[in-house]
């Protein structure tokens, strides 16, 4: 007995590692699901301690004021902002390209988010959180579609300087990023932020299956209509006519 206690006293985490696998294997083995999700021997729903329900209720109530305390716009600064709405129809694709900043622009230390500095090329508004000022109005993913819903943007099928894309909808945030020009297939030069974290860039990047938009106002310049061919003259045989 004494020797099976040293052993115990001298392996006490592979004893305990061991005793959990068993106890796991146990529960896999022999043990019912029950109607709430949980794994109990006997199949009745697992008896949860009162203070282990309140300590996930207030678990839950602190990632939903987490959520709203970081969400990107708030109700102020919407207020402050709601006369522009609607005027991007207004806007040329020049006045997007002109407010581009220096490469390393870091808003005087207040930082820049993709989504705010492409919203802020877009439509001159620089601040859309007094909470969080590096903050745009919506993720990446969907500055696109702001810009239709809110500024009278459209989406354009082949992106020209001055657009303005969004990209990874499969993803959280997304991207956004002003176009400059091609760089292949499916590459572009772009403008953007936080490709060097939170400051603007000028880069080279994929940005397959990105939607693109332009100012409501904008028309592509028509293509050229090419001068009439002239009729080559018939050769000269030497006969006369």
Known sequence: MNKVLKFIENHIAFTIWLGVVI???AFIIFGSKAENGSITLDGKPANIKEYTEKFIENADAALYR??????PTDEETIEKNKDLTGKGGS???ETVIARRLPDGNNDGGRGWQCSKYTAYLATGISEYSSSHPDYGPVNGKDIAKYLVDNFGWKYIDKPIEGAIGSGGFN???GHTAMFL?????KTAMVNDANFVPLKVAT???D???WVWVVPGDYEPTPEPIPDPIPVPAA???????
């Open 23 to 25: 106890l796991s294997l």
């Open 66 to 71: 987490i959520m709203n305390e970081n969400a």
């Open 91 to 93: 806007v040329t694709l």
């Open 171 to 173: 993803t959280l945030y």
């Open 181 to 185: 020009y091609s760089t292949g297939a």
């Open 203 to 205: 880069h080279s990047m």
């Open 207 to 209: 940005v397959t299956d």
């Open 235 to 241: 050769p000269d045989t030497g006969m006369a006519k």
